[in-house]
């Protein structure tokens, strides 16, 4: 799964995105129901804030809402299915953290792109309106099995899409089977990770020494 991630570095998103983006703070410990910075088309592409956790169109009512998709069943799914026909949409990231099993603790690790660049997660969003008319704009973040990097750690892994995948991944015209080709590991020797505080346990903790190696 992924269930927290950074969005430390702010500095290249315009330039790396070709997009004009709000003025935001740096974000080293992002969490669920946390509203985050997503990128998604409807006539062009465009940066808006969407709640993490997504509500379907159709629930009867508001709830926390799922967080990540699976990969494997995601077009199956009647949370998600919509959603990964028409809605879909970048998540901008430069790191996400996972947490390996132990004793006395669980120790949290960090894992980066080697370059220390921002990338994309590959997401899904979807609208749910309160019946007085209120509506809220939620997304989730699609996981895909662990590479080699990070399956001693967890054998889940967020899905992080290449700069050509992300064209295709908006796209309008991008058929069920070629969505899903997207939907793999990312190589893992593209990656590096570390281990970090246990600061990180706390969303309540959002400063840089979160993110600093232990």
């Not at 992002?30 to 509500?55: C, F, M, N, S, Y």
């Not at 949290?108 to 792109?113: D, K, L, N, T, W």
């Not at 007085?132 to 973040?141: F, P, Q, V």
Request: net charge positive; aromatic share 10%.
């Amino acid at each position: 799964m992924c269930g927290r991630f950074t969005l430390s570095d702010i500095s290249n998103l315009k330039s790396r995105y070709q997009l004009d983006f709000p003025d935001i703070e740096p974000s080293y410990n992002i969490a669920p129901g946390q509203e985050i910075l997503v990128i998604i088309r409807k006539d062009v592409p465009h940066v808006t804030l969407l709640r993490w956790g997504l509500i379907p169109f159709w629930s009867k009512e508001k709830t926390a809402g799922m967080i990540n998709a699976r990969a494997e069943t995601v077009e199956q799914k009647p949370t998600f299915k919509h959603s990964f026909i028409k809605q879909r949409c970048l998540i901008p990231a430069d790191g996400f953290f996972e947490w390996k099993k132990g004793k006395p603790r669980k120790k949290p690790y960090r894992f980066i792109m080697k370059d220390e660049k921002v990338f994309s997660f590959a997401g899904l969003w979807d609208a749910w309106t309160f019946p007085e008319g209120k509506t809220i704009y939620s997304c989730a973040i699609i996981t895909t099995a662990a590479n080699e990097l990070i399956e001693p750690i967890h054998n889940r892994m967020p899905v992080i899409l290449s700069p050509e995948a992300e064209k295709a991944w908006l796209s309008k015209d991008a058929g069920v089977q070629t969505l899903k080709g997207l939907l793999k590991p990312y190589p893992s020797e593209l990656m590096d990770s570390y281990e970090v505080a246990d600061l990180v346990n706390s969303p309540r903790n959002n400063t840089p020494q979160v993110i600093k190696p232990v």
